[in-house]
């Protein structure tokens, strides 16, 4: 009985810990506003495919329908409660086309662009599943340690105290009676964690890095199996683009930054590669889990697996996990340097990130391989972002939802 409530007083102290973080934090990303619209101002919209959206939302609905009616939908309100997306997820087609995919969305939801203060210009980057090359024994080229979850940790879901704070957690552990972060980076890379299991060691460290910054992946052993390494859970320390430090320090120039930049400036610079690394505090522990549908990734901060180049990553304090969102952007063509095309394409908010913040902020999930990689790190592009609501929410919330109105 002791251990249960020593449990829930460390629960309950960081979530009200992180409800004040984040009450008091200051907005520098601009007030959430939604303008209704209609389908036919969405840009591509007639030839786009929401097929493999909607693919992904069936998954979604799998975790609201098993929600209370009452629980709000997280974000900041506007998506209502899990109760109003009951009708739309119930009635989704079991098959159907692009045409018949369209023409269900059409007559079951209802756009609204999606706007920081007057300020409509999106942001969309992209991420994507990392293949590494590892071991499950330490011996020649494999030293990096892939640390599963501390034996000690503690993950609180906020959106169980909280409905506005649905989709957010916060990691940490006990120590003297006081909820506190793990060690960041550098003091783990220099000792190591006591009390957290060693899954796999890896033969390259800028590969686990990456690894880290992606939040999962695939690891293919040296007696040629694969598996993926979920996501379990971070160290709760602050995650710091390491991008940013070296525009910072002049090393390199913010028009040409790219993963694939920042990867061959690590490689290059191997005496500083370790201490720029380190400038991110923040480390991630992962799971062993099976591949599964290798055409799937692995499960997002929503909890279902995210569905390449409709799956994208959102502010969870202010969108709700599992609502269709519609992206227009440009994207890399894959292997073609800086050749953009046109990104139209109905996504899923599915996922969540360490620098996705703000309402008009987006990271598309790209898939796993050599293409989704190349596509994911030149991904920068602005553009325009929407939100899709269910009618019946909408009539429901009556003036709330009027043309150029937001209470958000």
Not at 37 to 47: H, I, Q
Not at 168 to 175: A, K, M, N, T, W
Request: with cysteine; glycine share 12%.
């Amino acid at each position: 009985m002791r251990r249960w409530a020593a449990a829930f007083v460390v629960i309950v102290l960081i979530a009200v810990g992180v409800f004040i973080w984040i009450s008091t934090r200051p907005n520098a990303t601009g007030t959430l506003e939604l303008a209704r619209t209609d389908f036919t101002s969405l840009p591509g919209w007639k030839s786009s495919d929401p097929t493999p959206a909607l693919a992904a939302f069936r998954r979604s609905c799998g975790i609201i329908l098993r929600a209370s009616p009452e629980r709000g939908m997280g974000g900041s309100g506007y998506a209502g409660t899990a109760g109003e997306w009951r009708g739309v997820c119930t009635s989704l087609p079991k098959s159907s086309d692009r045409t018949g995919a369209r023409r269900w969305l059409e007559s079951a939801f209802t756009p609204f662009a999606v706007s920081a203060g007057r300020d409509r210009e999106a942001l969309f980057t992209g991420y994507y599943e990392p293949e590494i090359q590892a071991s499950r024994t330490r011996h020649g080229s494999y030293q990096t340690p892939i640390y599963g979850a501390p034996y000690d940790l503690v993950t609180a879901d906020l959106g169980l105290f909280r409905k506005e704070l649905a989709g957010l957690r916060i990691y940490g552990h006990v120590s003297a009676a006081r909820v506190v972060p793990f060690p960041p980076r550098a003091d783990i890379d220099a000792a190591g964690l006591s009390n957290t299991p060693i899954l796999l060691y890896a033969n390259d460290p800028i590969a686990v890095f990456f690894l880290h910054i992606q939040g999962s992946g695939r690891a293919r052993l040296d007696d040629g199996s694969m598996l993926r390494l979920a996501y379990a859970g971070q160290n709760g320390r602050p995650y710091t683009p390491i991008g940013r430090v070296l525009i910072a320090k002049g090393a390199l120039d913010r028009t040409h930054m790219s993963m694939q930049a920042i990867r061959a400036w690590l490689v290059n610079h191997p005496g500083n590669a370790r201490p720029l690394m380190e400038s991110d505090e923040s480390f991630v522990f992962f799971q062993e889990a099976p591949i599964g549908d290798p055409g799937l990734g692995s499960p997002g901060t929503q909890g279902v697996p995210l569905t390449p180049e409709a799956s994208i990553a959102v502010d969870p304090t202010l969108h709700a996990l599992g609502v269709p969102m519609y992206v227009v952007a440009q994207a890399p063509s894959a292997g073609m340097g800086n050749l953009r095309t046109s990104f139209a394409s109905l996504c899923i908010a599915q996922d969540t990130g360490g620098a996705i913040k703000g309402p008009v902020r987006a990271d598309i999930f790209w898939g796993f391989g050599s293409r989704a990689e190349s596509i994911a790190g030149g991904m920068k592009s602005g553009g325009l972002l929407y939100v899709l609501l269910p009618k019946a929410l909408v009539a429901r919330r009556g003036s709330h939802f009027a043309a150029g109105q937001s209470p958000w």
